[in-house]
């Protein structure tokens, strides 16, 4: 019986721990795509720039609420404490000739209650300022995307400094095994009494040396998935990339993006169609503005507080406002001039921005083709060096060569492998500004 439920437990055990969810393992992503979806669904930035977003929507609705009614309603109560006075012949009021009676005219207690309601019917310079915040809004939304593209940059470039790091460890590794054999083989000999001091000591020194370049390269690439992993809202779960340097490097890949679908793009030609739309505005300003306007109110007058004896009466009326400044010591030719000067600054930075964009998507594609072809060529080169050394190490424990030309061979295959990286950082740079270009390519609506 007791078997029997220790069994029972065992089992129930087995299928709880089954049923619970796994902890802690690496989110592995195999393509730079996959990192950046993982980011813009989960990282915080991505959520303010969505707020961010419906922000700029709502202060371009706003100014649209100008073309509806207005409605207004309204109340005062007002006490004259002193009423005006006009003198009047008294004889008018059958008083003495040649004097003058006080007439105070009013009521000391007044309320008036109304509601008042207005329609722009002609005004160019707000429908010119609408149009105005229509394109603020549309620029507002180009400088988020400009923000999310450097954003997705940053990613990248993080994404392919992993990649780096991890192909500088391997490498470092590499050495460290060779470098670690060797110096087992010395002390085996110098401890055997066959090896002189010095050798021996350089020997080991170079090993640690690259036991800690090992070490360090470890540390590199664990604060750069850290970083990656802070940059995509990972939170606390490893990050793991699964992308291989040879599949990158002999990867042909090009720029495929159109220029007018980059935020820079699209916002010089916003910043030249609002200079423009300013410009305008300025000229409507000479305009006249005519707007409807009706009032309906009821007055109370009395010379009572609590106006209980008061009369009261009704009011309507409804008519039209013209308003139109003719002159105004020429200072609406002066805006206007401004905003012309503006509006042709626009256009030449808007030529400008365009040379810049097409000259480098012209290095682009050059440095990028440049750079894979150096690192292809070094690839035969790595194993050759890596080779050199391993057979250095053979030659050396049979006594053909000394240790200052074991130690050389070393120090070629060691700045051989600072060349690589140097060429293999270059090609991952322009790697993740073609990738960024053409995702802003793709995303375009």
Not at 136 to 159: D, F, N, P, V
Not at 188 to 200: H, I, N, R, V, W
Not at 338 to 355: F, G, P, S, V
């Amino acid at each position: 019986m007791i078997r029997s439920l220790h069994f029972l437990f065992f089992t129930m055990g087995l299928f709880y721990l089954s049923c619970q969810p796994a902890f802690g393992q690496d989110l592995v992503f195999h393509t730079l795509e996959e990192v950046l979806f993982f980011a813009k669904e989960n990282s915080p930035e991505q959520r303010i720039r969505a707020l961010e977003r419906e922000k700029e929507g709502i202060a371009s609705r706003m100014s649209r609420t100008e073309l509806l009614p207005a409605f207004r309603a309204y109340g005062t109560w007002d006490n004259y404490l002193q009423l005006p006075v006009q003198l009047l012949p008294s004889e008018a009021v059958g008083g003495e000739p040649g004097t003058f009676t006080e007439i105070r005219f009013g009521t000391q207690y007044q309320i008036n209650l109304g509601v008042e309601a207005s329609l722009p019917l002609f005004d160019p310079e707000l429908w010119s300022r609408i149009k105005s915040d229509r394109l603020r809004y549309q620029m507002g939304l180009q400088e988020l995307s400009s923000k999310e593209q450097a954003w997705t940059e940053e990613i990248a470039r993080m994404y392919f400094q992993v990649l780096l790091h991890e192909e500088s460890l391997r490498l470092a590794e590499a050495r460290y095994q060779l470098s670690d054999s060797i110096f087992q083989l010395a002390e085996f000999t110098f401890q055997a009494g066959e090896m002189e001091p010095l050798p021996f000591q350089r020997i080991k020194a170079s090993a640690l040396s690259a036991q800690h370049a090992f070490i360090r390269q470890q540390k590199q690439r664990d604060l750069a998935k850290s970083s990656l992993t802070t940059l995509i809202g990972a939170g606390n779960q490893p990050v793991g990339l699964s992308e291989k340097i040879q599949s990158l490097a002999t990867k042909e890949e090009f720029s495929s993006y159109e220029l007018n679908s980059l935020p820079s793009w699209r916002r010089e030609e916003l910043a030249l169609a609002l200079s423009q739309q300013a410009w305008k505005q300025s000229r409507a300003s000479y305009w006249p503005k005519l707007t409807a306007n009706g009032r309906f109110y009821q007055q109370t007058l009395g010379n009572n507080f609590n106006l209980s004896d008061a009369s009261s009466f009704e009011v309507g009326v409804w008519g039209l406002s013209l308003n139109w400044t003719i002159f105004q010591g020429n200072q609406k030719r002066l805006k206007t001039k401004t905003a012309y000067l503006d509006w042709q600054i626009a256009k030449e930075r808007q030529l400008h921005t365009q040379q810049i964009l097409v000259e480098e998507q012209n290095q682009l594609d050059i440095e990028l083709r440049q750079n894979q072809q150096l690192v292809n060529d070094f690839a035969p080169l790595q194993v050759l060096y890596e080779e050199n050394y391993r057979l250095a190490g053979i030659q050396w424990a049979e006594g053909q060569i000394s240790t200052d030309e074991l130690l050389q061979v070393e120090k070629e295959w060691i700045e051989q492998q600072q060349e690589y990286l140097i060429a293999l950082s270059d090609l991952f740079t322009s790697k993740a500004l073609q990738a960024i270009r053409n995702q802003s390519y793709t995303e375009t609506p």
